[in-house]
């Protein structure tokens, strides 16, 4: 017989001319038969092979061909079934008999492995000798193949005893009421896996060759890829039992272990199946594992995972940026919008928020400590308590600020800057903020702490730095007009008592909220300073007339004046209560040398511009005068003269003792006394009675009694016994600088604020009629809410009281015909 290993592809010949007609169908199969029986005992050295070849070519030539094909697959059924299964059955240990997993207790694993081993091992040998052997015989059979199979539609004799491979050997049930081979196939290769997710050392290709049968073999001799034995007996077993396993490795572990090493352990199976899958089993299986490891290890394990102590909590807090990239890791293997993580991440930042929100509020409600001695206060009781909010609201900014900078560090480091991440970060961020009623105010504090010392000595860089984080702050705000209220009043403070550190940065801080918000935020803002040049200019102009009188008065007042555009001002910033609400139209009762002044300046400013009108707002100026006091026996007799700096109405009260203020007569005055000689609002002249006469360091007056609280009964002299420890003397008026507001003041600025944000509603809601003409009642609130969400958030019920108030004023009219409520544009 020619020889069968190696061979090229066969060719059918036809036989040579001169055969015998006749073909005895027994005699030739016997001769088959024989040849057969030699092939699969492994003695076919001595076949011819065109013999054998021409037999069975007769045999089909004849029409013999079912007779042949039936004895062909007849043939193989006995041998596998008499010959084949005996000895890989015979073998068999009890304990691969049992295939519900029951064997674990009757045996080691070590016991397990050998016997499992040997049992793949005799399987693997009997699938390929009896791969090589049909082999030989389809070569021998190729012409029944070819004609007969192919005719009547039969699979190719390799084909069937493929399948009788199947039947005869792994469906086939071992004993009666045990399980078949197939079973314990499966069986067996599931515990050595087992083995190997255990630690143990497996036979890997030896697992890889019976995988090879299976994926070889169908679970019917139709031959579709779905009804693969690797598939239908194996696969769907392996990941259900892969399930149960991971499912209680997980719950095992949730107990167990920490949150970093459940972590590091999940992603270490998910590779161990992935390699699994290549070396072992099939690697069309490995998404299917991966799939199940991620369920079970991942994401029905992951909120219990992110809760555990030593889970995202205890990471954010303890920086365990590793483990948290870890966490991130996982949960993106199941879910690219990572929403466990995502809603962890989001009350983290909610809670610490809230506590720092609670703190702030906290700090600024306690009460101020408490004096060290009786003596008199340093500054009067109220002082300490503002001081201490401004604090809490700068603290309340940096602790924003270092949250924000805490949790950009996590999503840089642990999140590879996730978008979904980092959108959801910033909504929590922007809650955070918004939740806190006083965020606009603490942030534009923040901002005019740095403008007036915070900047000083900071490089370029520095003072970049400090600008950008009041812009993130500011992107944050959703009320933004109600910033722009408080940004207005703090900057008129700064500009108006000088107290900016760099007007180049302010106007640099101006330029960044116009390119954030728009030219209209920043108009007003940008009108502040170009009053304040021209006022420079307005001064400078004045004093060269002045100096064109003649001699010059050793006596006149120097003046400095800024004129503020009553409608770009926030006047109110000066005003200390709802007592001097109306403080411009009260008539201040001016010392003659300040008056002649006053009006020399109003006569010159109506000279050059003509219609308009000037009214002096004195709580808002400030004064340089020289004090003289009497002389003093520590300082040999001689008189002390001092320079003194305070507000207009503090100069307007010393001036009143000013006949004797060089001498050691006294005049004393009552608070009403005073009051009626400067006619100065009381809650303003309470506040600067107090820095005159209660501070230790400006006590330029005395006070009988001596007492925090300022009475209409109080009698106030000029201290001549007064030793200021330096030459210049500066008087500040308390509450005069930029603090938190109180209670009311914050009323009235919400008032305020709310009247301005009834004038930009209806500025919206007529440009969108205007444009539109005519739209529902829902469209027309839709469109005003997204007309103005980039100033603030508008309440329905405002947009729905202007546009009743439009309707009455008639810029709008109800379609009364429209099937939903409408409105039609009437101007």
């Known amino acids: 017989m020619a020889s069968l290993a190696g061979r090229g592809r066969a060719k059918i010949r036809a036989p040579r001319r001169g055969l015998q007609a006749d073909v005895d169908f027994e005699t030739t199969w016997s001769t088959l038969e024989r040849a057969f029986n030699e092939i699969h005992t492994k003695n076919a050295s001595a076949l011819s092979f065109e013999e054998l070849y021409r037999n ?53 694993a070590s016991e397990r492995r050998v016997a499992g081993e040997s049992f793949l091992r005799a399987l693997k040998q009997a699938w390929e000798e009896h791969q090589v052997c049909m082999g030989m015989l389809t070569d021998v059979l190729m012409y029944m193949d070819r004609v007969y199979c192919t005719d009547h539609r039969k699979p190719s004799i390799y084909a069937k005893s493929m399948g009788l491979f199947r039947d005869q050997i792994l469906q086939y049930p071992v004993r009666p009421n045990l399980p078949s081979l197939l079973d314990i196939l499966t069986s067996t290769i599931l515990d050595q896996i087992q083995m190997d997710r255990d630690g143990d050392s497996i036979d890997k290709y030896l697992i890889k060759s019976n995988v090879y049968l299976l994926e070889g073999l169908y679970e019917t001799d139709n031959e579709v890829e779905e009804a693969k034995l690797y598939l239908r007996a194996f696969e769907e077993r392996f990941l259900n039992d892969s399930a149960v396993f991971y499912r209680e490795e997980g719950e095992r ?52 995972l992110i809760e555990m102590d030593s889970g995202v909590q205890y990471m954010v807090d303890n920086d365990k940026f590793n483990e948290l990239h870890l966490v991130y890791d996982l949960e993106a293997r199941v879910d690219p919008r990572k929403p466990e ?12 928020g809230g506590k720092i929100n609670n703190a702030a509020v906290a700090a600024a409600q306690a009460p101020p400590p408490a004096p060290a001695s009786n ?77 007036k010392k915070g900047i000083k000595d900071k490089t370029d860089v520095e003072v970049e730095q400090i600008l950008e984080k009041a812009i993130i702050l500011l992107r944050y705000l959703q009320d933004k007009d109600m910033f722009e209220t408080y940004y207005k009043k703090h900057l008129c403070k700064r500009l108006l008592l000088n107290k900016s550190q760099s007007p180049e940065v302010e106007k640099q801080m101006i330029s960044r909220m116009k390119m954030e918000l728009g030219n209209s935020f920043t108009l007003k803002l940008e009108a502040m300073f170009k009053d304040m040049n021209l006022s420079v200019d307005l001064t400078n102009d004045y004093r060269k007339q002045v100096s064109k009188l003649g001699d010059v008065d050793r006596s006149r007042v120097d003046l ?24 411009s139209k009260a008539q201040i009762i001016y010392a003659p040398a300040l008056d002649r002044v006053r009006v020399g300046f109003e006569r010159f400013y109506t000279d050059k511009h003509s219609g308009r009108k000037l009214t002096w707002q004195s709580n808002m100026g400030t004064v340089d005068m020289r004090a003289i006091f009497p002389k003093s026996k520590r300082e040999n007799g001689a008189l002390r003269t001092h320079e003194v700096n305070c507000s207009t109405y503090a100069c307007l009260i010393l001036l009143l003792f000013n006949d004797n203020a060089s001498t050691d007569s006294s005049t004393t005055l009552t608070l009403e006394e005073i009051q009626a000689a400067t006619n100065i609002p009381m809650s303003a002249l309470t506040r600067n009675l107090q820095s005159l006469a209660v501070a230790p360091k400006t006590r330029l007056l005395t006070k009988e009694p001596m007492s925090r609280e300022v009475k209409p009964s109080d009698r106030f002299s000029f201290n001549s016994s007064f030793v200021p420890k330096a030459i210049k003397i500066t008087v500040n008026v308390v509450s005069a600088g930029n603090k938190v507001e109180g209670d009311s003041e914050r009323k009235e600025t919400e008032k305020r604020n709310n009247d301005s944000r009834a004038f930009a509603v209806e500025a919206a809601v007529v440009r969108i009629m205007k444009m539109r003409k005519t739209l529902s009642h829902a469209e027309l609130l839709n469109e005003t809410i997204g007309a103005l969400n980039s100033q603030f958030k508008p309440d329905v019920g405002m947009i729905k009281k202007r546009i009743e108030s439009l309707i009455e004023r008639e810029y709008l009219a109800r379609i009364e015909e429209a099937p939903v409520p409408s409105y039609r544009y009437l101007a």
């Not at 061909?65 to 010959?83: A, I, R």
């Not at 401004?390 to 996730?418: G, P």
């Not at 770009?568 to 001097?580: I, N, Q």
Request: charged share 30%.
């Open 375 to 451: 003596t008199a206060p340093a500054v009067p009781g109220g002082a300490k308590q503002i001081n201490q909010q401004t604090v809490a609201a700068l603290q309340w900014v940096e602790d924003i600020l270092e949250l924000k900078d805490r949790f950009d560090r996590i999503e840089r480091t642990s999140f590879n800057n996730d978008q979904a991440i980092s959108t959801a970060l910033t909504r929590s961020m922007g809650e955070n903020i918004n939740n806190f009623n006083r965020g606009s105010e603490y942030i534009s504090l923040f901002i005019d702490d740095n403008m």
């Open 341 to 352: 993580l995502t809603k962890a991440i989001q009350k983290i930042i909610a809670d610490m």
């Open 56 to 108: 069975a070519y007769k045999i089909v030539l004849k029409k013999k061909g079912d007779e042949l094909y039936n004895k062909v697959v007849d043939f193989e059924q006995t041998w596998l079934g008499q010959t084949v299964r005996p000895r890989i059955v015979q073998p068999l240990p009890p304990s691969l008999l049992l295939t519900d997993g029951s064997s674990k207790t009757l045996a080691t």
């Open 560 to 583: 400095n004046v800024n004129i503020l555009t009553s409608m770009t001002w926030p006047l109110e910033a000066f005003r200390g209560g709802s007592e001097e609400e109306n403080e």
């Open 253 to 304: 572990l949730l107990k167990e272990s920490d949150a970093g090493t459940y972590c590091k352990h999940a992603k270490r199976r998910i590779d161990e199946e992935i390699d699994r899958c290549r070396t072992t089993l099939s690697e069309t299986t490995s998404p299917r594992i991966q799939q199940v490891v991620e369920d079970e290890l991942i994401r029905h394990k992951m909120k219990g």
